[in-house]
């Protein structure tokens, strides 16, 4: 069976930066499309950023277009979301994917992480 854990996440004034990491155990994922996505209270989940298994093919969703950086390292079985200029909107729980297929949306995902809790403050 498949884990992903996050780590990186925690409290940050606006303007901060915070790194995001997310470790895979189980089975190597480097062929795994990987991904993040964040879910703030009484809202549903959003895409944020994914990366294919080559790194070759980048998203992101507008809203983190220029200040989010997402990157993987196949050998640590590791994918990290460095993210710059944060907002207050940015707070949520970011959650870690891996998918076997593109990520299209947060549906049918293979594997999801537990979270980890990110705050900006004002």
């Known amino acids: 069976q498949v884990q992903l854990v996050e780590s990186g996440g925690g409290l940050v004034q606006a303007g901060g930066s915070l790194r995001l990491s997310c470790a895979a155990s189980?089975?190597?994922?480097?062929?795994?499309?990987m991904g993040w996505f964040r879910q703030a209270p009484g809202q549903e989940r959003e895409f944020v950023a994914d990366?294919?298994?080559?790194?070759?093919?980048?998203n992101y969703a507008d809203s983190v277009k220029g200040r989010f950086i997402i990157s993987r390292d196949n050998a640590k079985n590791t994918v990290y979301l460095q993210m710059n200029s944060l907002k207050p909107d940015n707070t949520a729980v970011y959650y870690c994917?891996?998918?076997?297929?593109?990520?299209?949306?947060?549906?049918?995902?293979?594997?999801w992480g537990q979270g980890t809790q990110v705050t900006v403050s004002s």
């Open positions: 994917a891996a998918n076997k297929r593109p990520i299209v949306g947060s549906r049918g995902i293979d594997y």
């Open positions: 189980g089975r190597a994922l480097s062929t795994y499309t």
């Open positions: 990366i294919s298994w080559t790194g070759g093919s980048i």
